[in-house]
């Protein structure tokens, strides 16, 4: 019902920058709260950042001041704008969505996943 689709990982060097990228499509009323959560080898799955639809965002200690998510609510899409990257930043990053979707006429709210983005910050 929901596809998430992740962009713009990468190599870079520690204290480089990246961008990511997350759209949402599929059958959607509507799209609460946006994420990007992170895994690295190893580890479980943490939170990096979350934004609500009217703006609210909330990061991890580790990449306050480094990283800044915002979203295109027209658009269905959220960002991650992470700078002064640093070793430990690598990690798959996954795009989380709170979404209510329509099917016929029954509105239904999910929470959705992409597929994953690898960022890697060389040291």
């Known amino acids: 019902q929901v596809q998430l689709v992740e962009s713009g990982g990468g190599l870079v060097e520690a204290g480089g920058t990246l961008k990511l990228s997350c759209a949402a499509s599929?059958?959607?009323?509507?799209?609460?709260?946006m994420g990007w959560y992170r895994q690295a080898p190893g580890k479980q799955r943490e939170l990096v950042a979350t934004?609500?639809?009217?703006?609210?965002?909330k990061y991890a200690d580790s990449v306050k001041g480094r990283f800044t998510i915002s979203r295109d609510n027209a658009k269905n899409r959220v960002y991650l704008q992470m700078n002064s990257l640093k070793p430990e930043d690598t990690a798959v990053y996954y795009c989380?969505?709170?979404?209510?979707?329509?099917?016929?006429?029954?509105?239904?709210?999910?929470?959705?996943w992409g597929q994953g983005t690898q960022v890697t910050v060389s040291s």
């Open positions: 599929g059958s959607i009323v509507s799209i609460n709260d």
């Open positions: 989380n969505a709170d979404c209510s979707t329509i099917t016929g006429t029954t509105v239904a709210r999910g929470d959705y």
């Open positions: 934004i609500t639809s009217d703006g609210n965002t």
